[in-house]
């Protein structure tokens, strides 16, 4: 059975940094494409990043390119990401997803998603 169990979320002061992980328990992790979500309270989910199964290839969405870092080792079937000068804004609650398709922000072409974990940003 598949799971992805996210972790690291918490409260961060504007501007502060924290680093989320997703552990998964795929056995081909490494031909997935693996992708970061988020839901604020009262709005849709929407796509954060993306990187591709080797990690050669990333994609962002616009609110977050150049503050955030989505990465991967495939040895501990893990997936990060790295979220600096946070926003209040940034307050959701984060989502990992593992896709079959290359590079894609689609949310239903993800076909596993993790629980979540909740990020908090004060201002």
């Known amino acids: 059975q598949v799971q992805l169990v996210e972790s690291g979320g918490g409260a961060a002061q504007a501007g502060g940094s924290l680093r989320l992980s997703c552990a998964a328990s795929?056995?081909?992790?490494?031909?997935?494409?693996m992708g970061w979500f988020r839901q604020a309270f009262g709005k849709e989910r929407e796509f954060v990043a993306a990187?591709?199964?080797?990690?050669?290839?990333?994609y962002y969405a616009d609110s977050v390119k150049g503050r955030f870092t989505i990465s991967r080792d495939n040895a501990k079937n893990t997936v990060y990401l790295q979220s600096n000068n946070l926003k209040p804004e940034d307050t959701a609650v984060y989502y990992c997803?593992?896709?079959?398709?290359?590079?894609?922000?689609?949310?239903?072409?993800?076909?596993?998603w993790g629980q979540g974990t909740q990020v908090t940003v004060s201002s």
């Open positions: 795929i056995r081909t992790f490494s031909s997935y494409t």
């Open positions: 997803a593992a896709s079959t398709y290359y590079h894609t922000s689609r949310e239903e072409e993800y076909k596993y």
């Open positions: 990187i591709s199964w080797s990690g050669g290839s990333t």
